[in-house]
């Protein structure tokens, strides 16, 4: 696999507030890689460092192996950003935005056409082609701002909280979007404070925390942090036999919800507890397997983190 954007100890300090403090990551060419973290973790700062807008305290970036302090020009021609300060014309139309963009990007007439077309059909926006932006919802001013960045058919495409402020779903449409474009060899680079989004869409997650990276790698590998897929036996209406139940399995009882969370180690295990229960006369109202997620990943990291 090949790296495509390398960042070592990255820092950036406004004034005397520290916003990085020394990230590292690398991101492999044709992956989506995530940056998660709350509001003011430093997401945004990070990606206008990566795209050049903002220069970096301390610390390199490699774009395609161009450095971003020095080989400016060639890393701009690798990327396109997109996302919260949206670069469209309110005024003109969605096929207008698209055609006056490919201009400003120099590409040639001839290319600018065809291009259009084709991101017009690309991001189902045939039909308001030819409306003015200002008509448009905020689904679709999205696709219609990622469709711009792809005008130069970059290699690595920024998208800085993509979906934040949409309809659920909007959401899922961006959702969709966004993996098609990885399917197609895209490498994205993709900010979020939505633990779900990164869970879906990214091969790799860096939680981004106080200014450091506090953990990173495939989603699963995360998850795996908190620990096993538990077993949930819902009791509802049952007071009298959730108090039973308590006592026969080793889990954690929540008396407000009549549940039980067991771990659940194996298929076996899972038939041993439900037969127990059995025997007991006891039978539940569900019974759900809870696979931890990104939220309680976050929680846990952060968590550990406070009490070093
Ligand atoms: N130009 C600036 N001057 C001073 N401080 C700044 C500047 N830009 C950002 N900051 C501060 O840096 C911190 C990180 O901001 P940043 O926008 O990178 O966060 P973020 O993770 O993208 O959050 P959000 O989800 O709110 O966009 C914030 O505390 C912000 O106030």
Redesign the pocket.
């Known amino acids: 696999m090949e790296t495509v954007i390398s960042v070592k100890d990255l820092e950036k300090v406004?004034?005397n507030?520290s916003?990085l403090k020394g990230i590292s990551f690398e991101v492999e060419r044709g992956s989506v890689f995530s940056l998660l973290?709350e509001?003011?973790?430093?997401?945004?700062?990070t990606v206008h460092i990566l795209s050049t807008l903002i220069s970096a305290t301390s610390g390199s970036v490699l774009i395609g192996g161009y450095d971003t302090r020095k080989d400016t020009d060639n890393v701009k021609k690798r990327i396109s950003l997109t996302g919260?300060y949206a670069a469209v014309d309110e005024l003109l139309t969605g096929k207008e935005n698209l055609m006056m963009m490919g201009r400003l990007n120099h590409l040639d007439r001839q290319t600018v056409k065809k291009r259009t077309v084709e991101l017009l059909h690309q991001f189902d926006l045939v039909n308001a082609a030819n409306k003015s932006v200002k008509t448009y919802s905020g689904g679709m001013r999205r696709r219609l701002d990622i469709a711009i960045s792809l005008l130069a058919s970059p290699e690595v495409i920024f998208l800085d909280?993509p979906t934040t402020g949409l309809d659920p779903r909007s959401r899922n449409n961006m959702w969709k979007l966004i993996q098609e474009l990885s399917n197609k060899g895209v490498t994205i680079f993709l900010?979020t404070?939505y633990l779900e989004e990164a869970d879906q869409l990214a091969d790799k997650i860096a939680i981004l925390h106080e200014g450091k990276i506090v953990e990173q790698g495939p989603a699963e590998a995360l998850k795996k942090l908190v620990g096993e897929e538990k077993l949930e036996i819902n009791l509802a209406n049952q007071k009298e036999n959730w108090s039973i139940a308590k006592q026969l399995l080793a889990g954690k009882a929540d008396e407000k919800n009549l549940t039980i969370l067991v771990p659940l180690s194996s298929v076996n295990n899972l038939r041993e507890q439900l037969q127990l229960l059995h025997e007991n006369g006891i039978e539940p109202a569900s019974i759900s397997i809870r696979k931890p997620t990104l939220d309680d990943v976050f929680m846990q990291i952060t968590k550990n983190k406070k009490y070093e």
């Open positions: 406004y004034g507030h916003v973290g509001n003011g973790a430093g997401k945004t700062t919260q909280e900010t404070q």
